[in-house]
Nanobody, 120 residues
Framework: QVQLVESGGGLVQAGGSLGLSCAPS????????MGWYRQAPGKQRELVAT???????NYADSVKGRFTISRDNAKNTVYLQMNTLKPEDTAVYYC??????????????WGQGTQVTVSS
């Protein structure tokens, strides 16, 4: 079973920066859209940013100008660079991808989540 493995995150002061990365745990035939979502305590999961295989990006209004999503197609890896972090960015960040495993069917996959905490 393919899993998305996230790394990065942690604790940072307001105004600081953090980077996240995510890649599949097993061999992949193809990956379409990849993205990051987040869920703060007591709130619904929300979109942060997505990026297509062609490099087109989409951002939540709350992170535009501060966060940058990118991907390395050769490594099947998606990144999220977060700058000028605010306390309201505190959440569990989840990686998501539409992908086709080498041995399997195309589907929607989620990472287990990584905590990002921004102190004021």
């Amino acid at each position: 079973q393919v899993q998305l493995v996230e790394s990065g995150g942690g604790l940072v002061q307001a105004g600081g920066s953090l980077g996240l990365s995510c890649a599949p745990s097993l061999s992949i035939f193809s990956i379409n859209t990849m993205g990051w979502y987040r869920q703060a305590p007591g709130k619904q999961r929300e979109l942060v940013a997505t990026i297509t295989s062609g490099g087109s990006t989409n951002y939540a209004d709350s992170v535009k100008g501060r966060f940058t999503i990118s991907r390395d197609n050769a490594k099947n890896t998606v990144y999220l660079q977060m700058n000028t972090l605010k306390p309201e960015d505190t959440a569990v960040y989840y990686c998501h991808a539409i992908l086709t495993p080498t041995w399997g069917s195309k589907g929607s996959y989620w990472g287990q989540g990584t905590q990002v905490t921004v102190s004021s």
